[in-house]
């Protein structure tokens, strides 16, 4: 099993930074793809990036590649998602995931840390 823990949410202006992090523990994580996803209220989860953690592999989705950057410090375990210029429809509930690279989908999830943007 695997173990995930978020960090960084909070309160920014339109414009601003915010770097999140997710601890990871548990076995074989370098066997594992990483993902950062988010929920607004009313809306359906939205996967924002995720990282191969062997490789670094990244892939984004499209709305956010051009200011979200994945990243893993595996010094840490720790993946994180750095975000800029956020704007006040970044508001949401940011989740980590994590899954073993030979299944499908995300099978492990940190409690999620909320990231508000105002305007």
């Known amino acids: 099993q695997v173990q995930l823990v978020e960090s960084g949410g909070g309160l920014v202006e339109a414009g601003a930074s915010l770097r999140l992090s997710c601890v990871a523990s548990g076995p074989n994580l370098r066997n594992t793809r990483m993902g950062w996803f988010r929920q607004s209220p009313g809306k359906e989860r939205q996967f924002l990036a995720r990282?191969?953690?062997?490789?670094?592999?990244?892939i984004y989705e499209n709305s956010v590649k051009d200011r979200f950057t994945i990243s893993i410090d595996k010094a840490k375990n720790t993946v994180n998602l750095q975000m800029i210029r956020l704007r006040p429809e970044d508001t949401a509930v940011y989740y980590c995931a994590a899954a073993y690279t030979q299944t499908t989908g995300y099978n492990f999830w940190g409690q999620g840390t909320q990231v508000t943007v105002s305007s």
């Open positions: 990282i191969t953690w062997l490789e670094e592999s990244t």
